[in-house]
């Protein structure tokens, strides 16, 4: 029996398929089977996992997200399945499987790595952003997509495609093909950064596929600056080896405008189930999600698209169904203290 034929064989002995699909279940643990040594992945609870995240894949080369591709097994149409990058889908079964790849030595799996890599260049714009799958449609889904830090997971990849132990088996034609990818998204970035007034503050959630200016998402998610997504932005900025003048320019202007937006003496409390705001002096600062371009108001939302400048003034299910405010910024903000440091230590040791 062929070692495919051996993985079909255990996943299906082990597990019922309902519709061509398992339930849905949570999302795999994707930083715990990575650590697992490589005979794990050699064995019988490997290979059913490798053969559940294969059988996923679609006929594009990406995976869909809001199922345990770990753990469920697919054996409907390929074409039938809905890939995106929303969400880590794709970039996280493309690492699993180059890790499977380098313990297994398996071609199937690098078969799936190559199918998959060659769907994210070729899903590209030509003004280097990702839409949030492809082919992205005539919806919101084609804006390039900051949201979820979807655009920030496929650059990391790229990058590692490009130049990580971990795809060294990727031929240098690809990988050369990545290098570039990642470049273009970084310009991409830059060109991005909203600009008020003559100076540089953040992102919005979306931008213009074509003009590359804000745009809106979901109802509820408005053309605004976008404090979460931009968090991510600025630590992948951050990450640069060797940022040139616009990459330092870009993240000094950028953490410049999160000192300006933070929220103090107040915090997000939970009465009855319900999401309030309390004043609270001694409350660590808070940012929210979305900021008004030229005022810097948090905005709110409901389903019905209508701005407010109050969470108490959207509805209860909005209002509790999505995350408003968060902190995340503080931990940029530490970063960027180390990354200064890093920056002037690389200037004073280029002039010597």
């Known amino acids: 029996m062929s070692r495919t034929a051996l993985v079909l064989f255990l996943i299906l ?38 053969g559940n995240v294969l059988s996923n894949q679609s006929s594009r080369g990406d995976w869909p997200k809001g199922i345990d591709t770990a753990q469920t097994f697919y054996q409907g149409d390929p074409s039938k399945i809905e890939g995106t990058f929303d969400n880590s889908a794709t970039v996280d079964e493309l690492r699993y499987l180059a890790r499977a790849y380098g313990a297994t030595d398996e071609p199937a799996c690098a078969r799936a790595v190559v199918r998959g890599i060659d769907h994210i260049l070729k899903s590209q714009y030509p003004t280097g952003g990702w839409p949030q799958y492809a082919p992205p449609g005539k919806g919101y889904h084609r804006h390039i997509t900051f949201n979820d830090d979807t655009m920030i997971n496929l650059l990391n990849l790229v990058r590692e495609v490009g130049g990580s132990t971990r795809f060294a ?54 053309v605004s600056l976008s404090g979460a997504e931009s968090e991510g932005i600025l630590s992948l900025l951050m990450s640069i080896d060797r940022p040139g003048p616009e990459v330092v320019d870009s993240v000094n202007m950028g953490i410049q405008w999160f000192k300006s937006v933070k929220l103090s003496g107040i915090r997000q409390a939970e009465i009855a189930g319900d999401k309030v705001i309390v004043d609270d002096p001694s409350a660590p600062p808070l940012w929210a999600r979305f900021y008004e371009i030229g005022t810097n108001r948090p905005l709110f939302c409901s389903r019905d698209g209508v701005v407010h400048y109050q969470l108490s003034e959207i509805s209860f299910e909005r209002r509790n169904g999505y995350a408003w405010f968060g902190d995340r910024a503080k931990w940029v903000l530490d970063e960027y203290d180390a990354w200064t440091s890093r920056i002037s230590n690389q200037v004073i040791r280029l002039n010597r």
């Open 13 to 50: 002995s082990s597990q019922s398929v309902i519709n061509g699909r398992l339930t849905r279940a949570a999302r795999p643990d994707w930083k715990t089977l990575d650590a697992k040594p490589d005979g794990w992945f050699r064995g019988d609870q490997g290979r059913k996992t490798t």
């Open 169 to 222: 088996f990727i031929d240098e034609g690809r990988k050369g093909k990545a290098r570039a990818a990642f470049d273009a998204g970084i310009a991409c970035i830059l060109k991005c950064q909203v600009v008020v007034d003559g100076k540089k503050t953040a992102w919005c959630a979306q931008h213009d596929e074509k003009t590359l200016e804000p745009r809106g998402g979901r109802t509820f998610e408005p």
